[in-house]
């Protein structure tokens, strides 16, 4: 819709004074955009890079020491039998930290999730986290569909997010359940909740790396990223991203 005149509007004069600090607040708030833009993808770019050095690295070289052992429990003699069952304490170890880097190691060089692929990777992770830490996990949808995320860029950062949120409440809160719930009316909401041992907010920043670069994420797709949390009744990771950024 457009409007016309036939009388000419002279602009106040003390608008046309700010006019300047107007485009330069403007103008740092594209840069400041951009900026945690990149510092999320160079965030990426080293988390890949950690992933390939474990993966290519020292799973490998801990390949190469359990073969050694297995060599050299070979080379012992029956009779050696408290050496042959240090021996095996010790392949089991090695084939155990093995399998335990290669894991750290996939998890460091996921796929990129596309956006039609999003509420599947999700129900991934929380059934990987089961299987793996032998806790309740769980994914719960409200109006939301596949339809309704069109960004492959966003949905792989909300996929990351929650990812991360999912990692800190078994690492830091010894949580036994944790509930990853999604939905999307005006804006697409993304929460991580967990029953651990939380923590007092006006106590304890959530100022992590970890949680620095969540931020950063939800901040360049124009979103943000809240902590909720008290002692003794669990923590809440909170994301809202606008819906324009999902298309």
Known sequence: ???????TIEPQQRFLEILPDIGIQLGHA????????????????????????????IAQQLTGGALIAQSLKRAL????RTEIESMNHLIEFLNQTQDDVRHLSSGLLPDPVRA?????????????????FDIRCKVGEEGIDD????????????????????????????????EIRVGMEDTFRLSV????????????K?????????????ESVGGSLEIESSTDHGSEVLL????SAMR
Request: glycine letters at 6%; aromatic letters at 4%.
């Open 1 to 7: 819709m457009e409007f016309f005149s036939v009388q």
């Open 30 to 57: 594209i840069g400041r955009n951009r900026l945690q833009s990149i510092v999320a993808s160079i965030a990426d770019a080293e988390q890949r890079r950690i992933g390939r050095e474990l993966h290519d690295g």
């Open 77 to 80: 003699p029956e009779t050696m």
């Open 116 to 132: 039609d692929d999003l509420i599947p990777a999700l129900r991934g992770l929380a059934a990987t986290t089961c299987q793996r």
């Open 147 to 178: 339809s309704k995320i069109g960004n492959d860029v966003t949905a792989d950062l909300i996929f990351q997010i929650a990812s991360e949120a999912v990692h800190n409440a078994i690492k830091h809160a010894d949580a036994d359940s944790i």
């Open 193 to 204: 909740h967990d029953n651990g041992k939380g923590f007092d907010t006006n106590l304890h």
């Open 206 to 218: 959530a100022n992590t790396n970890g949680l620095r670069i969540m931020r950063f994420r939800a």
């Open 240 to 243: 809202n991203i606008p819906a």
